[in-house]
């Protein structure tokens, strides 16, 4: 008979993660409902109900280096089919929350770097318009050739606006950015 | 019949590459006679950045502009899937969470407690308007044409936020399509993802499940699509041609929004419901509609 093993759990993980225990992170039993339905299963390293396991586990830096917490694309899939009601898109948006800057996987970088930049326009103009972000985003992601050929299209149709109509009052953006700033880990 | 009158929170997209969603609606809204003042001054919901930024941020965000909405009284009608979700998320939180009202009130310097309804606008469209009040206005019958009605996520998900009765099985689109002679089809991908923002920070993932839902709806018989989200719209539309290159497979779906469907049952001119602006062109399918198959039955009475 081969040797029990025991292993180490440490809860302050996800006791950081999510201090009111609102995301019922302790009730999943690994049934593997939401990965089944995962849109990003194909292309991730972890899965959700293998997201869940390290943070149960206290297993840090597995969660927050995994791609998967970059992949998930927040389509709610998993918490809307979980039996135990546990809200992994909401423990996903944390982990990314945690995670800093320079440590995201190359190949996911992007999304980090295209949240910056639709923050940084809501910040500054209140809105977000496509050809600013476009931009914007092609020269924060260095890659400013993607998507390139249908922007005479859009503009034909009349699907990308060369100037934005913006809101005019904009002073408490600055006040609701600046008061959020601490939890963004920015 | 009533007037019916509502605060109208567009959000972004609906100014730019789903302008063709906002003329049709506005159009479809006004032949109705439902009365939409659009929110002064409105900013972005902050969809899908902020939450994985910051929660606070994210509901921050809906709550400044639902707390601009409350003098109105009116409910709060948005036609973005995202944009529907963020503010509805925030909206239940500050209602059912106390100590969320106070944080928001500290952050944002406004007190709101979460007191008014948002709604989106296919639902206010079947539930407030009405069936039988739309039936009234069709002057032509949309027969002879498959459509798939697809849904997406953020109509559906998570259940607290979802404007459908069945969050695995939504019918409230081909209630509504069937209401004008449409022949919705019934298919298995109505609610799966379609990748949303991905389409631009990880193009491989968000193709392959944009064509997972093409090529569902073609092997499932449609002819077009309806949508009413402005990026399950964008990333079927515009990427149509980037994925047949891909599957080397020919779709030719024209992707609708449901609101332009309305529009050209109720006979309303083509250009005031943005039709010139969609990418796969719905020329063909147009026709089809004009000259709809008598042969068809049409059990909408």
Same mark, same amino acid.
């Given at each position: ?35 089944? *339905?995962? @849109? ?27 791609? *998967? ?13 979980? @039996? ?41 103009? *209140? ?60 | ?10 959000? !972004?997209?609906? &100014? ?72 509805? +998320?925030?909206?239940?939180? +500050? ?17 709101? &407690?979460?007191?008014? %309804? ?27 044409? %498959? ?46 993802? !379609? ?29 077009? +699509? ?8 964008? %990333? ?61 039955? +049409?059990?909408?009475?």
């Amino acid at each position: 008979m081969s040797q029990m093993q025991c292993l180490e759990i440490n809860t302050r993980f996800a006791e950081e993660l999510d201090p009111e225990g609102r995301w019922n992170i302790f009730s999943c039993y690994q049934c593997k409902k939401c990965s089944s *339905g995962c @849109p990003m299963e194909r292309d991730s390293d972890l899965h959700p109900h293998q997201i869940i396991r390290m943070v149960q586990m206290g297993r840090k830096d597995e969660a927050l280096h995994s791609k *998967g917490i970059w992949l998930c694309i927040s389509c709610q899939t998993c918490v809307s089919r979980c @039996p135990m009601n546990v809200n992994t898109p909401a423990v996903i948006d944390a982990l990314r929350a945690a995670v800093a800057r320079r440590e995201t996987p190359r190949s996911v970088r992007k999304v980090p770097i295209f949240n910056r930049v639709f923050l940084e326009l809501i910040r500054r103009l *209140g809105r977000v318009y496509e050809l600013g972000m476009m931009s914007a985003f092609k020269l924060g992601s260095q890659d400013l050739f993607t998507d390139i050929e249908k922007f005479p299209m859009m503009l034909r149709k009349g699907k990308l606006r060369l100037i934005p109509t913006l809101p005019g009052r904009r002073a408490n953006l600055r006040r609701i950015f600046r008061a959020t700033k601490k939890a963004s880990g920015r | 019949m009533k007037k019916l009158s509502y605060t109208f929170y567009p959000g !972004c997209s609906l &100014d730019s590459t789903a302008r063709d969603f906002r003329e049709s609606m506005e159009a479809v809204c006004d032949a109705l006679g439902v009365e939409l003042a659009e929110l002064p001054d409105w900013i972005c919901c902050g969809a899908t950045s902020a939450h994985a930024t910051s929660e606070n941020l994210a509901l921050a965000l809906a709550v400044e502009n639902l707390a601009r909405a409350a003098d109105s009284r009116c409910d709060v009608v948005v036609p973005c899937a995202a944009c529907y979700n963020r503010l509805q +998320v925030a909206n239940l939180a +500050v209602r059912d969470n106390p100590s969320v009202r106070q944080e928001m009130k500290r952050i944002t310097g406004r007190r709101y &407690d979460g007191d008014l %309804n948002v709604r989106h606008i296919l639902e206010v469209l079947v539930h407030d308007v009405g069936l039988d009040a739309i039936r009234d206005k069709v002057k032509r019958k949309l027969g002879g044409v %498959n459509v798939a009605c697809y849904y997406g996520c953020l109509l559906a998900r998570p259940r607290e936020v979802s404007i459908f009765e069945d969050p695995e099985n939504p019918r409230l689109m081909e209630e509504c399509l069937e209401t004008l002679g449409a022949q919705p089809i019934e298919w298995p991908h109505k609610t799966e993802c !379609c990748g949303a923002a991905y389409s631009l920070t990880t193009p491989g993932m968000s193709l392959r499940l944009t064509g997972d839902i093409l090529s569902m709806a073609k092997e499932a018989g449609a002819d077009c +699509v309806a949508v009413a989200c402005p990026l399950c719209q964008s %990333n079927l539309d515009l990427r149509q041609k980037d994925i047949e290159r891909q599957r080397d497979q020919t779709f030719n779906l024209p992707v609708f929004y449901f609101t332009q469907l309305m529009g050209l049952s109720f006979g309303l001119p083509e250009r005031s419901l943005g039709l010139h602006r969609l990418v796969v062109s719905p020329t063909e399918i147009l026709k089809r509609f004009s000259t709809p198959n008598m042969a068809v039955t +049409v059990s909408n009475r």
